[in-house]
């Protein structure tokens, strides 16, 4: 397409975009990194009604909850996406080797669950880093976060059984997590606009507006642009002949 075409599109499909659900959904999650921010400095509290406290758990749900309002709306916050491809590498690791060591020995831990969290962190390191895509890998990924939704949505359905706002709220988190996550690698465009930063983000180049189509560009199985681009250029923008950079970059 031409880019003088493209732009007048953009600036015509965003006008349309009247409801700014990109921001109401980071506002949902900054809700979530301050729900966890609480649990992890109120032990004695969270120790009284779960029987033990996990300080790791706590930090790095509130790391992955901060990290979803950067990709939703990056100009909330001035982080460049390196900083968010650290924090969630270190993340995916930190809880691959805590599965196959201590974590094993945690008596209120399951090995899974560390898998599973390695997979949360894992999705998240991807979102801001994108080193190849294609079919495969949304439909594994888009997998990944329907088993996590579905679990949770059980254990919301449970939590009326002996409701408590700790529960429920790291419940509710993981199932919208989940939610937004699997959206994202299926229409991966509508993820895109960073809401009013969008005439200043990497990436909105390549988007077809607020298609509810899965962007095609993404299936070709190559290098492509990270759904979440933080606040500067991501360092894996190595799909150059796609990009045209904004002046002034
Ligand atoms: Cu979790």
């Given at each position: 397409m031409d880019h003088m075409d493209h732009m007048e599109h953009m600036q015509h499909m965003h006008s349309a975009a009247s409801f700014p659900f990109l921001a109401v959904l980071a506002g949902f999650f900054l809700v979530g990194t301050f729900f966890y921010c609480f649990r992890l400095y109120a032990r004695n509290y969270v120790t009284s009604v779960n029987g033990y406290h996990d300080r790791e758990n706590e930090l790095w749900h509130g790391a992955c909850l901060f990290g979803m309002v950067s990709c939703l709306e990056p100009t909330w916050y001035a982080f460049p996406a390196i900083v968010w491809q650290i924090v969630f590498a270190i993340g995916t690791v930190w809880y691959l080797v805590r599965a196959f060591t201590y974590g094993r020995k945690l008596p209120f831990n399951k090995q899974w669950y560390d898998f599973a969290h390695a997979g949360m962190l894992f999705g998240m390191w991807w979102m801001f880093t994108a080193p190849v895509s294609g079919v495969l890998i949304t439909g594994l990924f888009t997998a990944y976060w329907s088993w996590f939704g579905s679990y949770y949505a059980v254990r919301i359905y449970n939590d009326?059984?002996?409701?408590?706002w700790l529960s429920f709220g790291q419940d509710i988190a993981h199932f919208v997590m989940a939610l937004v996550m699997a959206l994202m690698m299926l229409f991966p465009a509508t993820f895109m606009s960073g809401g009013s930063g969008m005439h200043d983000m990497p990436g909105m180049e390549n988007m077809p507006g607020m298609s509810n189509m899965p962007d095609m560009s993404n299936m070709s199985g190559k290098a492509d642009t990270p759904i979440c681009t933080g606040s500067g250029a991501s360092v894996?923008?190595?799909?150059?002949?796609s990009i045209s950079h904004p002046p002034g970059k």
């Open positions: 009326f059984k002996k409701p408590h894996t923008d190595v799909d150059s002949s």
